[in-house]
């Protein structure tokens, strides 16, 4: 009889096995193509608060019944941050399962004025686009409009442009051309070029707000205008990256990536260790910004890239940028900003941009 288990005939066997993978390959996409994610997940107040506690994101309105009403809300809602982590989550197992970097996300919008706990999300991705990248010839680049929808009533809840590089099964030949487009994106941890103060462009004078509420951005906005300057400044909290952040929220999210959870896998991989989730690294980001601003509602994101790997022990830090404000209602005005997530070494990780409407002091 064989012993099955002793480790030297288990080893044997192990070689002469195949190994039945996971998720999709470049190849498995075409232009077009409709996928529904199968299971999806039921969004409820203990995810909710489970996510928004770890990337340290407080809103009261989010966590109290009575902030809630204040807000014009039925009772604390799903936060918009949460819904875009499930939504993605969902997606990862028949998308980029197989690997490769997250090369940026757009055009991220939540029609639906609040989403509440029990709602079931269904997730479904449109294949936008493909392209052969040319600078890795192991690897394509794939664009998904994705969609979470109210699996009870059909609206759309959260939607989104993503790219991905996803492995090939066979590499091609490529031109060896320089990077460009989604392709040059620092998803795989290069450093760019430093540049020296005097060529950097920056505006000599950096303007930061005397509050969070809009009208306090407007003002910092027509001072920095004054004097030629720009409203910027860095949030005073960090969020180092433990095992609750790289590998719990993910999974709890149905994000099913090795990058997360498999130190195994990843050990001789370019980060050389298990990687935090994107929009871990971006919710975190924000939330240290929205400590400083009267949040009301959040509007959209656009232009979000992912800039290099975090690890555990890395420190996720955050610095914003005021671009514009727009009217104010009454109860709140538009503001446009742009968010850089960064690490104990100053190192950007996220970058995008982010339309809110913030509270009026009235």
């Given at each position: 009889?064989?012993?099955?288990?002793?480790?030297?005939?288990?080893?044997?066997a192990?070689?002469?096995?195949?190994?039945?993978?996971?998720?999709?390959y470049?190849?498995?996409?075409?232009?077009?193509e409709?996928?529904?994610?199968?299971?999806?997940?039921?969004?409820?107040?203990?995810?909710?608060?489970?996510?928004?506690?770890?990337?340290?994101?407080?809103?009261?309105?989010?966590?109290?019944?009575?902030?809630a009403?204040a807000?014009?809300?039925?009772?604390?809602?799903?936060h918009?941050?949460?819904?875009?982590?499930?939504?993605?989550?969902?997606?990862?197992?028949?998308?980029?399962?197989?690997?490769g970097?997250?090369?940026?996300?757009?055009?991220?919008?939540?029609?639906?004025?609040?989403?509440?706990?029990?709602?079931?999300?269904?997730?479904e991705?449109?294949?936008?686009?493909?392209?052969?990248?040319?600078?890795?010839?192991e690897?394509?680049?794939?664009?998904?409009r994705t969609r979470?929808?109210?699996?009870?009533?059909?609206?759309?809840?959260?939607?989104?442009?993503?790219?991905?590089?996803?492995?090939?099964?066979?590499?091609?030949?490529?031109?060896?051309?320089?990077?460009?487009?989604?392709?040059?994106?620092?998803?795989?941890?290069?450093?760019?070029?430093?540049?020296?103060?005097?060529?950097?462009?920056?505006?000599?004078?950096?303007?930061?707000?005397?509050?969070?509420?809009?009208?306090?951005?407007?003002?910092?906005?027509?001072?920095a205008?004054?004097?030629?300057?720009?409203?910027?400044?860095?949030?005073?909290?960090?969020?180092?990256q433990?095992?609750?952040?790289?590998?719990?929220l993910p999974?709890?999210?149905?994000?099913?990536?090795?990058?997360h959870?498999?130190?195994?896998?990843?050990?001789?991989?370019?980060?050389?260790?298990?990687?935090?989730?994107?929009?871990?690294?971006?919710?975190?980001?924000?939330?240290h910004?929205?400590?400083?601003?009267?949040?009301?509602?959040?509007?959209?994101?656009?232009?979000?890239s992912?800039?290099?790997?975090?690890?555990?022990g890395?420190?996720?830090?955050?610095?914003t940028?005021?671009?514009?404000?727009g009217?104010?209602?009454?109860a709140?005005?538009?503001?446009?900003?742009?968010?850089?997530?960064?690490?104990?070494d100053?190192?950007?990780?996220?970058?995008?941009?982010?339309?809110?409407?913030?509270?009026?002091?009235?």
């Amino acid at each position: 009889m064989t012993d099955w288990t002793d480790p030297e005939t288990f080893a044997r066997a192990l070689e002469r096995v195949e190994t039945v993978e996971n998720g999709n390959y470049f190849e498995d996409f075409a232009a077009g193509e409709v996928i529904e994610h199968d299971p999806g997940l039921t969004l409820t107040r203990w995810g909710n608060e489970a996510w928004m506690s770890q990337t340290l994101n407080h809103d009261p309105a989010y966590w109290r019944s009575d902030a809630a009403e204040a807000r014009d809300f039925d009772e604390p809602p799903i936060h918009p941050d949460y819904l875009t982590a499930a939504t993605l989550g969902s997606t990862v197992e028949d998308l980029s399962e197989t690997g490769g970097y997250f090369l940026g996300r757009t055009d991220v919008r939540f029609p639906q004025d609040a989403v509440y706990p029990g709602t079931e999300l269904a997730v479904e991705s449109e294949v936008v686009d493909t392209a052969t990248s040319r600078s890795r010839p192991e690897f394509g680049i794939v664009s998904w409009r994705t969609r979470g929808r109210d699996a009870d009533t059909d609206e759309v809840l959260c939607s989104y442009e993503r790219t991905n590089m996803i492995p090939r099964r066979e590499p091609v030949a490529t031109d060896d051309g320089e990077r460009s487009g989604a392709d040059a994106s620092r998803t795989d941890g290069g450093a760019g070029a430093a540049e020296d103060d005097e060529g950097s462009g920056l505006p000599e004078t950096f303007v930061t707000p005397d509050g969070g509420y809009f009208e306090d951005f407007q003002a910092a906005l027509e001072a920095a205008e004054a004097e030629n300057g720009a409203v910027a400044y860095r949030h005073e909290r960090g969020r180092t990256q433990d095992a609750v952040t790289v590998a719990q929220l993910p999974l709890a999210t149905l994000n099913t990536a090795k990058q997360h959870h498999n130190v195994d896998a990843m050990a001789d991989s370019p980060s050389g260790d298990i990687v935090t989730y994107g929009d871990v690294t971006r919710s975190t980001a924000l939330g240290h910004a929205r400590s400083d601003e009267e949040t009301y509602r959040e509007v959209g994101f656009d232009d979000e890239s992912f800039h290099t790997f975090v690890t555990p022990g890395d420190t996720v830090y955050a610095f914003t940028r005021v671009l514009e404000t727009g009217a104010a209602d009454g109860a709140a005005g538009t503001v446009r900003f742009e968010h850089v997530a960064f690490d104990q070494d100053d190192e950007p990780l996220y970058s995008g941009t982010r339309t809110a409407k913030i509270r009026t002091r009235d």
